[in-house]
């Protein structure tokens, strides 16, 4: 099962959007909406931002948001904080009845 | 409140064994899918295992299988992952975390690190 595509890099100044794109196949993103999204900071255990495609647990702030089009999942942060500074991950299940992650995208806050 | 600690890991020889522990508190373990997932040094998230709450269901990815085995004590509250036939690519920090209703993974432990070196 290979990783799903994400971008290296992202990088936008406070306030501004960001959107860091998550694209698999039609084993995976293309197929169930099992897409989450986690939030991972430098020397930390990553953190669940995003589950099913679109929906934010409890204490995520709004500004965090998910779509999905075909094979292509996608991640937004609006507004962007200097706290947003971080690794992201896309994740999907597969057909296999296992789950993928992505190659992962640096967030930096200019 | 909900909470996963890892240990078990440390230095073993290419070639042996080692298993990790995941000791759950705050919620039913015995309700919930449980995963194992690993990062090497500097590297991305790899998904390596999961195991459904009753024990019953496991799945592993392509480069542990037949390898790695993952497995439960629902009256101890602990996830383990038995390690065989090490290799230095297996070195990485593994992480448990815990699979929510909606198969996120909705809590993660701080991760115990393995290194598999001569």
């Known amino acids: 099962q290979s990783a799903l595509t994400q971008p290296p890099s992202v990088s936008g100044s406070p306030g501004q959007s960001v959107t860091i794109s998550c694209t698999g196949t039609?084993?995976?993103?293309?197929?169930?909406?099992?897409v989450s999204w986690y939030q991972q900071p430098p020397g930390t255990a990553p953190k669940l931002m995003i589950y099913?495609?679109?929906n934010r647990p409890s204490g995520v702030p709004d500004r965090f948001s998910g779509s999905k089009s075909g094979n292509t999942a996608s991640l937004t942060i609006s507004g962007l904080q200097a706290e947003d500074e971080a690794d992201y991950y896309c994740?999907?299940?597969?057909?296999?009845?296992?789950?993928?992650f992505g190659t992962g995208t640096k967030v930096t806050v200019l | 409140e909900v909470q996963l600690v890892e240990s078990g890991g440390g230095l073993v020889q290419p070639g042996g064994s080692l298993r990790l522990s995941c000791a759950a508190s705050?919620?039913?373990?015995?309700?919930?899918?449980m995963h194992w997932v690993r990062q090497a040094p500097g590297k991305g998230l790899v998904w390596v295992s999961q195991?459904?709450?009753?024990?019953?269901?496991?799945s592993y990815a392509d480069s542990v299988k037949g390898r790695f085995t993952s497995s439960r004590d629902n009256a101890k509250n602990t996830l383990y992952l038995q390690m065989n036939s090490l290799r230095a690519e297996d070195t990485a920090v593994y992480y448990c975390?815990?699979?929510?209703?909606?198969?996120?993974?909705?809590?993660w432990g701080q991760g115990t690190m393995v290194t598999v070196s001569s």
């Open positions: 975390a815990k699979g929510g209703p909606t198969a996120a993974l909705d809590i």
């Open positions: 705050g919620f039913t373990f015995s309700s919930h899918w």
């Open positions: 195991i459904k709450g009753d024990g019953s269901s496991t």
């Open positions: 039609s084993s995976d993103v293309g197929t169930y909406n099992r």
């Open positions: 099913e495609v679109s």
């Open positions: 994740s999907s299940f597969t057909t296999s009845n296992t789950y993928v």
